[in-house]
């Protein structure tokens, strides 16, 4: 090849990737602008390649003491004050309630609620409403030790609890319930942690739901004893009446864990759950490296300009050829570059490969329009190119 027709080539597969952004970027914004297509918009939005990592079994699944969840189910509050003494006088390093008391209701039970969750091991939660704060009742809040928020929504808009941010500044700067029982528990105080929480981190699940150490509130009122709680971080939470019953959803989220990564109709973790796997995740420091979008959106023009230049190629020498490869080059592309990321995420590398997919697989189909483009150019402007010259 000469070095006009290596110029050529290398000029047209730089305008097709273009091209091919270009239509990328042109779909994207109607799928976001154009109401009725808001379910497709949702659809691309649950998927991730990513997920295949967790919801087939390739993470190193654990289980772990260190986590224990406790689950109150339709307890009263007198019971879980009760329960809270309980765990508290067996030395746990942090105890963490995932739920909200926003009303007062009889006075001696709100009493003893109150005094136990004052205890100085002890961090209650709240939620932000957009920018509203929504807590207990100030009769409670007023004698808390600690606070941290138990948000679980994605900033992407996504139905699939994916990520966590750990700091939240929305006039004051809040702290996570998560990131507060590891701190608690002596973890995670390094110095510019905060920074990096205040920024959205992928959540490294490793606990499935059969792996937590899970006590009903009645196995802690019933035992004067709790020595498996020893250090432990423990957690108050909903987990299903009865404990693990998968028809009960109240508080429960869909996870890359979910065995269906599309289509998922149930879903599959309770949010006292994912604030375990959380917890677990800072104890062990495990945080996953994002690989920024702007580099993923550089690697994205990249890949699909090599592609193109060789499907340009082969597209010369013979189109019939092309048109039988193409599809089977497709296929090969998107199984290499998806086993590459589960390989890189099973490194601690996590990579949105989604949009690296779509460059590189609509690339091979926008060569034929790309020709017609320059049919056009030639005859109007006596354009050259590789596909035509």
């Known amino acids: 090849m000469n070095n006009t027709k290596r110029y050529l080539l290398w000029r047209d597969a730089f305008f097709c990737t273009c091209l091919t952004g270009t239509v990328a970027l042109f779909f994207y914004l109607l799928f976001v602008n154009v109401s009725f297509l808001d379910p497709f918009e949702q659809a691309f939005e649950d998927v991730s390649f990513n997920d295949l990592y ?98 679980l929504d994605q900033p992407d808009g996504g139905r699939v609890i994916r990520e966590f941010r750990g700091v ?13 029982l590891a701190r608690l528990a002596g973890k995670n105080a390094e110095r510019g942690a905060l920074d990096r929480l205040s920024q959205s981190q992928p959540i490294d699940y490793r606990i499935a739901s059969q792996g937590f150490l899970t006590l009903d509130i009645d196995d802690v009122l019933q035992n004067e004893s709790l ?20 028809n009960d959803i109240e508080d429960k989220h869909f996870t890359p864990m979910n065995p269906s990564i599309a289509g998922r109709s149930t879903p599959d973790m309770y949010g006292v759950e994912i604030h375990g796997n959380v917890v677990y995740m800072l104890l062990h420091s ?48 998107s199984v290499i570059l998806v086993y590459f990321t589960l390989l890189l995420l099973k490194s601690g590398i996590y990579v949105r490969i989604t949009p690296v997919l779509i460059w590189v697989l609509l690339g091979l189909e926008m060569i034929g329009y790309y020709e017609y483009l320059v049919v056009y150019l030639k005859k109007r402007f006596a354009w050259k190119s590789y596909l035509l010259d």
């Open 54 to 151: 967790y919801s087939e079994g390739f993470y190193d699944q654990v289980t772990s003491k260190e986590v224990v969840l406790v689950n109150v189910k339709q307890a009263g509050r007198f019971e879980i004050a009760q329960a809270l003494q309980q765990v508290a006088e067996a030395q746990p390093s942090a105890i963490g309630v995932d739920l909200l008391f926003r009303d007062l209701k009889e006075p001696y039970s709100d009493s003893l609620l109150r005094e136990a969750l004052s205890h100085h091991r002890v961090v209650a939660a709240f939620y932000w409403e957009d920018t509203a704060l929504v807590a207990s009742h100030p009769y409670f809040r007023e004698r808390f030790a600690h606070e941290g928020f138990v948000n």
């Open 168 to 180: 939240k500044v929305n006039g004051d700067t809040s702290v996570s319930l998560g990131v507060r």
């Open 227 to 246: 020595p498996v709680l020893k250090d432990a971080i423990v957690i108050f939470g909903y987990l299903g009446t009865p404990t693990g019953n998968a």
């Open 286 to 333: 495990r945080f996953l490296m994002g690989i920024p979008n702007g580099l993923v959106y550089l690697t994205a023009f990249f890949s699909c300009l090599l592609v193109v230049k060789g499907g340009m190629r082969l597209y010369v020498r013979n189109e019939f050829a092309f048109d039988i490869l193409a599809k089977i080059i497709q296929l090969s592309l």
